[in-house]
């Protein structure tokens, strides 16, 4: 079955605690995406990366951070930096369309919960 | 610059009765124009898209969505909603540098 999978599906952590939320594709997709979505905001995006070793900040990146050291998978770490971390996040990778557009799949989302 | 603007943040409409879900863009280049839905705690779910191929496209669960350029448009219809379309649906639009997200539409069905 391909797909991208995202674990765990509910995540809770204290105040000040580092957390890691992992996405993986076997897709075969270059490109991977993480967003965040809150309620009545629609989905903003945090990072992404197009290729393997490189990623670059999206349009809310501070108190986050990603790696990107093989192509299936793509971690998001939720630092103590981020003020308020409790959200749905998605993990999504992409394959260009006919004409060069880019068409996203995303996985199932992780709801994470700071106490 | 591209932009996407979903015109409602809710739509009710009764079981058996069409559906609306309106939908305007502004891009600088030829886009690609995508509807998601997501249900509850599920990610998003493509439902159907365009590509500068046909300007009616018709989706999965028997919806559909027009491209029309001169209102620079891509409203998603239904002819009869089911209970199972309670959902909430994102308008994407992308060109080959970015994607930009709509901020959604729920849909609430009346029995």
């Known amino acids: 079955d391909g797909g991208i999978t995202q674990s765990p599906k509910y995540l809770f952590r204290k105040e000040g605690q580092n957390v890691t939320l992992s996405c993986e594709q076997n897709?075969?997709?270059?490109?991977m995406y993480w967003y965040r979505q809150d309620p009545g905001q629609g989905l903003r995006l945090i990072y992404y990366s197009q290729i393997v070793n490189d990623f670059q900040k999206g349009d809310i990146a501070e108190g986050y951070s990603v790696s990107r050291e093989k192509k299936e998978s793509f971690p998001l770490t939720v630092t103590s930096a981020q003020k308020n971390p409790t959200a749905f996040y998605l993990c999504?990778?992409?394959?260009?369309?006919?004409?060069?557009?880019?068409?996203?799949?995303f996985g199932p989302g992780t709801r994470l919960t700071v106490l | 610059a591209q932009s996407v603007t979903q015109l409602d943040s809710h739509v009710s409409v009764s079981e058996g009765t069409p559906v609306l879900l309106r939908c305007n863009y502004s891009?600088?280049?030829?886009?690609?124009l995508f509807w998601y839905v997501q249900h509850p705690n599920k990610g998003l779910q493509l439902l159907l898209k365009?590509?500068?191929?046909?300007?009616l496209v018709k989706g999965i669960n028997g919806f559909e969505a027009e491209f029309k350029k001169s209102e620079t448009s891509f409203h998603l219809t239904k002819p009869s909603a089911h209970m199972s379309d309670a959902a909430e649906y994102f308008c994407?639009?992308?060109?080959?540098?970015?994607?930009?997200f709509g901020k959604g539409t729920r849909l609430h069905i009346l029995p």
């Open positions: 999504a990778s992409s394959i260009e369309t006919s004409g060069g557009h880019n068409e996203q799949f």
């Open positions: 994407v639009v992308s060109d080959r540098v970015k994607i930009i």
């Open positions: 891009s600088s280049y030829s886009p690609s």
């Open positions: 897709l075969n997709h270059d490109a």
């Open positions: 365009y590509t500068s191929a046909a300007t």
